[in-house]
């Protein structure tokens, strides 16, 4: 039996709040949260990214604060590989890789991998097995 613990968010660090909030909301469907201050965090169904960026000091807690670019994250696509590809390509987001299997939290899936505009890697995952290119 595991312990009563859920994974509840993660922290990136983003250069430019107004262009990240473009590509995260364009791209991955977030929904903005704005928090005290000329703060953000982002919000993925019951999933949170919280952000470090400008004007937002990280200590006394994170001893070597994520730096833009330093991340590395997968989000789940509700579709299929080639609907998560084409609709990238409509947002104007450059394919590094994909679509390739890959293994996530449900099982085997089909992944796209792109970055953010601050570098980080992004991957979309999609576990539907239809129309999924070869």
């Keep these: ?6 994974f509840d968010h993660c922290v990136i660090h983003v ?3 107004e262009r ?3 590509f995260y909301q364009a791209v ?8 005290e201050g000329r703060r953000w ?9 919280n952000l470090h960026g400008p004007g937002v000091k990280a200590e006394p807690v994170a001893r070597i604060p994520v730096q833009p670019g330093g991340s590395d994250l ?11 590809i084409q609709h ?3 947002e104007q987001v450059e394919i590094e890789l994909g679509p390739a299997k890959r293994f996530g939290v449900r099982g085997e899936g089909q992944s ?5 505009p601050d570098g980080s890697l992004l991957e979309l995952i999609s576990y539907e097995q239809t129309g999924v290119s070869t």
Excluded: K
């Excluded at 991955?28 to 928090?35: I, P, S």
């Excluded at 997968?74 to 998560?84: P, Q, V």
């Design 1 to 6: 039996m595991g312990l009563p613990v859920n």
């Design 15 to 17: 250069s430019d709040w």
């Design 20 to 22: 990240s909030n473009r």
């Design 28 to 35: 991955l469907g977030a929904t903005l949260l704005q928090l």
């Design 41 to 49: 965090a982002y919000r993925f169904g019951d999933m949170l990214l």
């Design 74 to 84: 997968c989000f789940e696509w509700h579709g299929t590989i080639d609907e998560a």
């Design 88 to 90: 990238l390509q409509r």
């Design 112 to 116: 796209v991998y792109f970055r953010d």
